[in-house]
């Protein structure tokens, strides 16, 4: 039995800054749970960590389930409407989708011990675990930072999760392997001080070349497309950088930055992007907070203008050319070389060919495993690694279309390798055609989900070969087989309905005084070339006629489609018109007597309604990096009086002095964005702008706060006794309330100035 707890099990074993981190989030835990910090503070700060809450309609999921069967322990909480009700999801980062044999064995161990036993694939690489309490999850980040994995900023206004082509270093097309470069600028932003104050979530997204879809750079807030040019006689390698994509309500395509940026100069490229964008955003109307209103209503040219101009202001760093240091991962290589090789090539069967592509080295292929709707278990997980470690070397990746890939898999070891996924439940075949259906939780779990993206798109898989199957045939016609299908519970496009031929998003209408889950019909979306071309909106349809929607406009493009022509250009050249008359009869709904079931939605049996949809978390608060300073003066204001119960006088007297460092910052950072945490230089500030005028003291009449400041600072360090540390403590608590009353009385004054100072003032 284990008695030690994971913090002393795995200490020394994590990176120090990230088990510092963990501390302050477990810390702020205790916080919240006393009721001693604010609610949109915390919510951001454990958005942050990528815990997030998640949706419940009357205990029960959309598939069916109950959520007392999925590791719900109901002992555990704390009563009625309080975070600690039910389990949440954790959002977990993997850079570029890649993943080592060990640490996908390790989050098998996490899905079995705080989840419901289902690791989750997402649309950017990550992973998911749904029905997890938050009490684990202090201890479930520790475990996976001791693998080199981080869930900081997996969600809230924040840098997502940086993605990357799943074939990077093994595409026969691509210009060169992008991974080492995704990897750097990932970890380069990871907690900078420019990525702290974004009004909204920025997402990043790499790609070895422009004519595939596995970077989809085309949608993102920066695209990066590898290119290389002469320059000297020497072949020089740089990126193509795009930025303003995105999706959502409102798509817009990324726009060309620069057409080639050195490899040298994309780190500083990228930070002054950020800067741009936490100057310029949207901070009031969260609905066009995303970069992609900064381009579109400021233009390309006055955004390569701001850009130019902070990336001239920007200090020479030395981590622009040694971003990863310690985190730098070693070269992925295959576990077989030379003679090796020499083995004829094994047969697969007809229908797991299309998972099976060539890598530009000879005698090696990916191998992609299909996981339905992107989920697997941990005994798949573990029988996978255990795959990879035998055939191909330590790693893998994850996909876009949430899937697994093996890679450098010898030609000679295809057949045994399918045989092996067989006996695992997961040799489907048809990976990247349309049963291979793309799609976000929608109404299971997530609080902004309308209609049942996972239940339709299970639905789909299930009837695809019988609706179109040729008679005699067990298989699709291959203009159809290769099509993409996309679906989200909702406008926000998580299952990136836009770029599908048919792309699917849940709505809901008022049809006889009840309502009616639909899907709105989104046609000819550009999956090839980095999706760079949005679909059609046709109209809305009934969520059970969702299938006969799909035989219908497949067959009609089978049927009407000129030679070599897409189904995009198919869609385009037969217009809306067209496609109407095709499904017209298909949108009507009958009163509720005649059709009952079009009133029920996929894998629910109960009337529609719209549950218990609310706030969406993913966005994240708008949370200023004053309150942040003051979040974090609790925490260390907290932890002082912890060690002061624990006897450590000097490590109590150390953390007062933090706090109060902390909470002077928040009282100063409206009048400096720019001021930095350490102690010396906030405390010099703070005197002189503050202090020293009597402005902060006469906030809080009957005492000058100020002072304890002052002396902390002036002892720091001395030989403390336990008395001598408590009314140190007491007297930073002093200067935290005083910091707040400050605060208060200056925010309708300084508000609207200092939000202008932020925005004009650079970050850095």
Sequence with gaps: MQTKSWKQLLAGALHEPWAREIDAYESQLALKREERLDDKVFAET????????????????????????????????????????????QRIKIPSGKLTTEQLELLCDLAEEYSDQILHVTTRQDIQLHYVHIDDTPDLMRRLAAVGITTREACGNSVRNVTACHLAGVCCDEQFDVTPYADALAFFLLGHPATQDLGRKFKVAFSGCDENACGLTGFHDIGCVAKTRSNNGQLERGFAVYVGGGLGPVPHAAELLDPFVPVSELLPLALAVCRVFARFGERENRSRARMKFVVMKQGIEQFKHWVAEERARLKPDPRWLNPLGEFARPAEAPKHHGAELSAPPSPVSKHFLPNVQAQRQAGFHTLTIKLPLGDFTPTQGRGIAELARRYTGETLRTTVEQNLVLRWVRSSDLAAIEGELAALGLDEGGAGGISDITSCPGTDTCKLGISSSRGLARELRQRLKVLHSVPGQDELPAEVSKLHIKCSGCFNSCGQHHVADLGFLGVS??????????????????????????????????????????????????????????????????????VKELIGSLTEVPPFEAAPELYRDWGDPRVFTIGDIGVGECAGEVISPSQFAFAESERLIFDAQLRLDDGDAAGAQQRALAAMTAAARAVCLPLDPSLGEDVGDVGAFFDARLGRNGSFDAASPGGRFSRHFAKARETAGAPVTLARARQGVEEAQLFIDAAHAYDSKHDRADGAASAQVARAEPML
């Design 509 to 578: 209408r008022n049809v006889n005084g009840r309502r009616v889950p639909h899907f709105q019909l989104v046609l000819g979306g550009s999956w090839e070339n980095n999706a760079r071309e949005f679909g059609l909106a046709i109209g809305a349809v009934p969520a059970k006629h969702v299938p006969e929607v799909v035989t219908l406009l497949t067959d009609a493009f089978t049927q009407e489609r000129l030679p070599d022509e897409s189904f995009r250009d198919w869609t385009h050249r037969a217009g809306r018109r067209r």
């Design 46 to 89: 454990r958005l942050r960590r990528g815990a997030y809450g998640q949706r419940y309609d009357n205990g029960q999921r959309h598939d069916g389930t109950q959520s007392q069967a999925l590791g719900f322990d109901a002992s555990r909480t704390k009563g009625p409407n309080t975070l600690w009700d039910a389990p949440g999801m």
